[in-house]
């Protein structure tokens, strides 16, 4: 009887929704849908973008728009502020011992910059920027702005990913390791020049290897050429770094630091000024 009872009473409860929604069904659909212009209208003072401004918010929205874009793009940040956070409040000491890599605290002050250069290099958005417009490239290259200007708009998104996060990386590892003011200057600079040559030679990369007829964004975010040589350079390149760092003698190991670091500077630099050039050829030939 309490069964009956109750299957009784939700069918009355849902044949009761269903004739009073029925009922009001259009006025509901259509307040909820629609909406009416507020007959109080007074000018305002009109927000004014520059065009770089303009193009980078475009950018970023199309950015975050896709959470396979963004993760496989922001997961090197992620671990590297896991990691740097897990250095801070666990201590380099403990850190070793769960490693079981002895003497790695004293080491950890050579080679800090760049193992979080790796993570940084492995966090280019800019590999696939170009393919990920797709069919709709002609509406980026019919605007009124010169190439370079959607370039930059490119770069600035991953540096957006990189750079405040590196700092604040190279923060927390500060915090945590006893280092010299050299060590110090180069756990700031090497990332933030790793982030400025990948944010540029993945944009290049992908300028030479575009593909513009995807059916499914995974095609160029993790299966294409570009992401490839992207994510393994930007791995592989620190740990040259690493090798040369490691190869000099303890008093020796700020200039290699150092050389390796304006290297990367130099090759940024390159890689700049190649867009500028064959970069923007390239970008007008696409179609």
Do not use: H
């Amino acid at each position: 009887l309490s069964l009956l009872l109750f299957v009784l009473l939700s069918a009355a409860l849902f044949a009761g929704f269903c004739v009073l929604i029925g009922r009001f069904y259009k006025s509901l659909n259509t307040a909820l849908t629609t909406s009416r212009a507020s007959s109080r209208f007074r000018m305002k003072a009109l927000k004014v973008s520059t065009p770089l401004n303009a193009l980078y918010k475009r950018e970023l929205r199309r950015y975050f728009s896709s959470p396979l874009y963004v993760m496989n793009t922001a997961i090197g940040m992620i671990l590297a502020v896991l990691a740097s956070g897990a250095l801070l409040f666990m201590g380099a000491a403990k850190v070793e011992q769960l490693l079981e890599i002895p003497g790695l605290a004293a080491l950890a002050g050579d080679f800090a910059p760049f193992a979080l250069s790796m993570l940084v290099g492995m966090s280019c958005t800019t590999m696939c920027s170009v393919s990920l417009e797709g069919s709709r490239l002609w509406l980026a290259k019919s605007l009124p702005v010169t190439p370079m200007l959607v370039f930059g708009s490119k770069i600035l998104v991953n540096l957006t990913v990189t750079v405040p996060l590196s700092l604040l990386c190279s923060g927390m590892i500060a915090l945590a390791l006893p280092l010299t003011g050299v060590q110090l200057v180069f756990l700031f600079l090497t990332p933030l020049a790793f982030a400025l040559l990948m944010a540029a030679a993945g944009l290049l990369i992908n300028l030479y290897l575009p593909n513009l007829t995807w059916t499914n964004e995974a095609q160029v975010i993790k299966q294409s050429v570009p992401s490839f040589l992207c994510v393994m350079g930007g791995m592989l390149l620190p740990l040259l770094g690493i090798a040369a760092v490691a190869a000099c003698p303890a008093g020796m190991r700020a200039f290699a630091a150092l050389g390796v670091t304006g290297a990367v500077l130099l090759a940024a630099l390159g890689a700049f000024l190649l867009l500028r050039t064959q970069g923007v050829r390239l970008y007008r030939e696409l179609n």
